[in-house]
Every structure is written in C-alpha cells, then in structure tokens.
C-alpha cells in the first residue's frame, strides 16, 4: 500500500511540474492539499476526505469551460492530480491484511483496512469486539472474500 502511494506522490510531482500557466483553479487544488497534510497519517481513514473531493470535482463541473488552449492544458493536468489524489486515498481505503493475533488485527483496524482473521493456533475473537471484519478458515476463502469486495 505505501509504495503505490508513494509511487502516486511521485507522479502527482511530475504532473504539477507540467502546469504552464496557473489557472484559478489551481488555488482549490492546493488548498485541497494543504487541508490533506493533516489526514495523511497511518491512523486515518479516508472517507471524510474522498467527500470532500468528491465535492470539489463537482464544484469544478460548474466552472465555465476553458477559452484558450494554454487554460485547456492546464486545467486538465489539475484534473488529473485530483484524480491521482483520489487514487492516493483509495488506495488506502481498499487495503486488505490478514492477520491472526488480536494486536496485528487492532493495528489494521487503527489504520482503517480491512481486516481479515485468518485463526491459527488461537480461535479468532468474537465479532462483536469489532476486531475484524471477515473471518476466513480455511485461508483459501480469502479469495471469495477479495472476489466479493471488488463488486462493492
């Protein structure tokens, strides 16, 4: 998960260097990474975050279209850095581990995954500590678990 991001972060610095001309927009998009600096932490889920995205991509559908082609470029390389910030979130939203003890599963809660209890040498805990959110015995049932979460 940390290297997709980090590999997202890298591509976020390559299209922000290919901006020519600043258009207005460009201060919602940084306004928007700045409030991120505060949320982009190991103990974050991101739902309140992607909301708030999702609001200003709807903000932006309302904006006049562009009337030069320098403002056409421009404004679609911050378009497509709020779509790698979308994915930077999402990323983290769809992580999955699987783990067997009490700690690791409250570690991955904390950190807003999906937690998966595979029980090994001890049964898993009762659901309604809110430790985990799929069960899975024998191990190869991860893949129907995975297989039903991608049609969510």
Not at 51 to 59: A, D
Not at 78 to 83: E, V
Not at 91 to 104: A, I, T
């Amino acid at each position: 998960m940390r290297a997709k991001q980090l590999n997202i972060l890298h591509n976020l610095h390559n299209e922000m260097r290919k901006i020519r001309r600043m258009p207005a927009q460009v201060k919602i998009v940084a306004e928007y990474m700045l409030y991120l600096t505060d949320y982009v932490v190991e103990l974050n889920s991101p739902e309140k975050q992607i909301r708030r995205l999702e609001q200003i991509f709807e903000e932006m559908k309302r904006e006049p279209l562009p009337v030069t082609r320098d403002e056409f470029e421009s404004r679609a390389v911050l378009y497509h850095i709020l779509m790698d910030l979308e994915e930077f979130l999402t990323v983290k939203k769809r992580c999955m581990v699987l783990e067997d003890s009490e700690n690791g599963l409250r570690a991955a809660k904390a950190a807003g995954c999906i937690a998966v209890v595979v029980p090994d040498l001890s049964p898993a805990p009762p659901k309604e500590e809110g430790l985990w959110d799929w069960n899975v015995e024998p191990l190869s049932e991860v893949i129907s678990v995975i297989a039903e979460l991608r049609g969510k």
